[in-house]
């Protein structure tokens, strides 16, 4: 497996607890990897640090076998790149704005620009400052998306965007891939990675809470449980039960996150009259809520 993204340790440490700290992260080439937290985890930071954009306090990083702090400029020719805070164009046309990145990149050609435009819907005659913010996030993934590059590097891509152009960004990630793409996607919408993702990180207060394939980490071994009683529940038995957490009793109904065997849930409800017992696996977004618990 070769690696597109590697890295060690790596430490932005801005002070008072914030930034990136010990980041030990590896991305195979051809991945669709989903780096997820919410506002503030160190999402940004991270991208930045592969970027080249800030220089790291401690650690290192490898980005397609090249140093992401000493090989920055060589680097930037081979990603795409979607930053979570979008520049500023003015007056200029978003088609003036393609040929200048095409100039600086040297391998976007018009072809590729006018498919891309085209699937997203988006008029290069128009001047940027007339643009929409999602008029503006679709420019931004046109210049990502078009030269084909080796590697996408996507900050909150789906911003501003509606739920039609979402769809055609699922879409472009996943001709990307079929091009032997590696992208690498931060995000706190969950549903985001659902669809395209195929191992995610999830990152806490600036650390690595845990790394996994979508599916494992969708199970984990948890149910979500929602048992209704004809009386009043039993809530001391069912808090003594190992692994029932997240406990919402609202008068005879009872709901939470089980983990384990279920045997000795339904011994404690033996004695107790139920009318409802419901359990399912639950979503991305209660799993990603019960990290920061």
């Given at each position: 497996?070769?690696?597109?993204?590697?890295?060690?340790?790596?430490?932005?440490?801005?002070?008072?607890?914030?930034?990136?700290?010990?980041?030990?992260?590896?991305?195979?080439?051809?991945?669709?990897?989903?780096?997820?937290?919410?506002?503030?985890?160190?999402?940004?930071?991270?991208?930045?640090?592969?970027?080249?954009?800030?220089?790291?306090?401690?650690?290192?990083?490898?980005?397609?076998?090249?140093?992401?702090?000493?090989?920055?400029?060589?680097?930037?020719?081979?990603?795409?790149?979607?930053?979570?805070?979008?520049?500023?164009?003015?007056?200029?046309?978003?088609?003036?704005?393609?040929?200048?990145?095409?100039?600086?990149?040297?391998?976007?050609?018009?072809?590729?620009?006018?498919?891309?435009?085209?699937?997203?819907?988006?008029?290069?005659?128009?001047?940027?400052?007339?643009?929409?913010?999602?008029?503006?996030?679709?420019?931004?993934?046109?210049?990502?998306?078009?030269?084909?590059?080796?590697?996408?590097?996507?900050?909150?891509?789906?911003?501003?965007?509606?739920?039609?152009?979402?769809?055609?960004?699922?879409?472009?990630?996943?001709?990307?891939?079929?091009?032997?793409?590696?992208?690498?996607?931060?995000?706190?919408?969950?549903?985001?990675?659902?669809?395209?993702?195929?191992?995610?990180a999830i990152v806490r207060d600036g650390h690595l809470a845990t790394v996994g394939q979508l599916d494992q980490l969708a199970g984990m071994r948890a149910h979500r449980v929602e048992i209704v009683f004809a009386g009043p529940p039993p809530i001391d038995r069912i808090r003594a039960i190992p692994g029932f957490d997240q406990l919402?009793?609202?008068?005879?109904?009872?709901?939470?996150?089980?983990?384990?065997?279920?045997?000795?849930?339904?011994?404690?409800?033996?004695?107790?009259?139920?009318?409802?017992?419901?359990?399912?696996?639950?979503?991305?977004?209660?799993?990603?809520?019960?990290?920061?618990?």
């Amino acid at each position: 497996m070769t690696t597109a993204i590697a890295t060690k340790g790596l430490t932005k440490d801005y002070g008072s607890s914030h930034g990136i700290f010990d980041l030990d992260l590896t991305v195979a080439e051809g991945e669709v990897f989903g780096y997820l937290g919410p506002n503030g985890a160190g999402k940004t930071t991270t991208i930045k640090l592969l970027m080249g954009l800030i220089h790291a306090t401690r650690g290192s990083a490898t980005i397609l076998g090249l140093d992401a702090d000493r090989d920055a400029v060589a680097l930037k020719h081979k990603i795409g790149y979607v930053p979570g805070e979008l520049p500023l164009f003015g007056g200029w046309r978003g088609s003036e704005i393609v040929a200048y990145i095409a100039g600086l990149r040297g391998d976007l050609t018009d072809s590729k620009v006018e498919t891309v435009a085209k699937r997203l819907d988006l008029d290069l005659g128009r001047k940027y400052r007339e643009y929409s913010h999602g008029n503006k996030q679709k420019l931004a993934l046109l210049l990502a998306f078009a030269p084909q590059p080796a590697l996408l590097i996507l900050d909150e891509p789906t911003s501003g965007l509606d739920p039609l152009h979402q769809q055609e960004f699922y879409g472009l990630v996943r001709d990307a891939r079929g091009h032997g793409a590696t992208i690498f996607i931060s995000s706190h919408v969950l549903s985001e990675v659902e669809h395209v993702c195929d191992r995610v990180a999830i990152v806490r207060d600036g650390h690595l809470a845990t790394v996994g394939q979508l599916d494992q980490l969708a199970g984990m071994r948890a149910h979500r449980v929602e048992i209704v009683f004809a009386g009043p529940p039993p809530i001391d038995r069912i808090r003594a039960i190992p692994g029932f957490d997240q406990l919402v009793v609202e008068d005879h109904r009872v709901s939470g996150m089980f983990r384990g065997d279920f045997e000795p849930l339904l011994a404690a409800l033996a004695s107790s009259r139920v009318t409802k017992f419901e359990s399912r696996e639950p979503s991305l977004e209660e799993i990603f809520l019960g990290f920061y618990r």
